[in-house]
């Protein structure tokens, strides 16, 4: 089965700077990626997303981009803000098969 | 638009009972997904079901299980609950298979 690995567990940056995520991901036939941002005691909200058929994405201050070769995606974050403390998951989806990572603390130091 | 809804929104239960937890989609989802969040941990899943049909379930013993009715709002169910069952229950819906899933708020489960 699919198996997917997310780093680091816990991030802090400074108000400003930017923020990396990595998730890699065993099945190379998995071909969809969510990323999911938690908020203490709330919902995963969906923030950004990325198919297997492009390479990079971006949204405003928020990036991601996919290597299919090496298997790994990654989250980017730039000015990141207070507002941007939170938990994040990646996913990797084929067809029926759904696997998230095991999340990422995100802590913007003001 | 109304968001995915779920309820209870809290339960306490003690082990050995059943415990039912309700979703309704986003009007117009077919697909409904249910997962496990353990306290600390992430998002375990559990079960999908489309257009009424159970289209694959996590690695989860029999004890859970659950359904989808024809207004695509579904239950999950788990008998014979165990202390480790302890976590918040979450439904989510989309159009179909990879498509962004929008996340309700909740069902937390508290086996005493």
């Known amino acids: 089965g699919e198996n997917v690995e997310q780093h680091p567990s816990t991030l802090s940056v400074q108000e400003g700077d930017s923020a990396v995520i990595k998730c890699t991901y065993s099945?190379?036939?998995?071909?969809?990626f969510p990323w999911y941002k938690q908020e203490l005691g709330k919902r995963p909200q969906l923030i950004i997303d990325?198919?297997?058929?492009?390479g990079e994405k971006k949204d405003q201050r928020i990036a991601v981009t996919l290597n299919k070769t090496a298997k790994h995606f990654s989250l980017h974050i730039t000015e990141t803000q207070p507002e941007d403390s939170a938990v994040y998951f990646c996913a990797a989806i084929r067809g029926n098969q759904f696997y998230f990572g095991t999340g990422t603390s995100l802590t913007v130091i003001p | 638009e109304a968001g995915v809804t779920q309820s209870p929104t809290h339960l306490i239960k003690t082990r050995g009972q059943q415990v039912t937890l309700r979703c309704s989609p986003i009007s117009g989802h077919t697909s409904v997904y249910w997962y496990q969040q353990a306290l600390g941990l992430g998002l375990q899943f559990l079960l999908w079901?489309?257009?009424?049909?159970?289209?694959n379930r996590g690695n989860f013993p029999p004890r859970f299980s659950g359904r989808q009715f024809p207004n695509y709002s579904s239950e999950l169910n788990v008998n014979a609950l165990e202390l480790e069952d302890s976590a918040l229950y979450l439904c989510?819906?989309?159009?179909?298979?990879?498509?962004?899933?929008?996340f309700g708020d909740g069902t937390r489960l508290s086996i005493l």
């Open positions: 989510a819906s989309s159009l179909g298979a990879r498509q962004p899933q929008h």
């Open positions: 990325i198919r297997s058929n492009v």
């Open positions: 099945d190379s036939a998995s071909n969809y």
């Open positions: 079901y489309d257009e009424g049909e159970e289209r």
